[in-house]
């Protein structure tokens, strides 16, 4: 996830981004505008190394700790395909997030 491939491909994946929602990736918990510098999540790794758009979530580097303590703490989670598991738990985050009306 260091290598310049995976740089080239978070840098694709953000023009891909902009090209199908005509906005800036922002993180899908907080809100907060995502950079090159936050984290893309895997909600899949079943084609890692040529990953669809769908494959990769923008998360703040925040946002991303808190959904992988839960992935990987809360043993529930496992019953789940990791895309749904994350699905839900971004969700879960989000409601959270803007119930408290706390933005990162």
């Not at 994946?13 to 936050?38: F, G, K, N, S």
């Not at 909600?43 to 992988?68: F, K, M, N």
């Amino acid at each position: 996830m260091a290598s310049q491939q995976w740089f080239a491909l978070r840098e694709r994946w953000a023009r891909e981004w902009v090209a199908r929602h005509a906005t800036e990736p922002h993180c899908l918990i907080c809100d907060v505008e995502w950079a090159l510098c936050d984290d893309l999540h895997h909600r899949t790794y079943d084609r890692l190394g040529t990953e669809s758009h769908r494959d990769l979530i923008p998360l703040c580097r925040s946002c991303h700790g808190a959904l992988h303590r839960i992935l990987e703490t809360d043993r529930s989670w496992r019953r789940l395909n990791r895309a749904q598991a994350t699905d839900l738990i971004v969700l879960a985050l989000r409601r959270k997030v803007h119930k408290r009306g706390i933005r990162q």
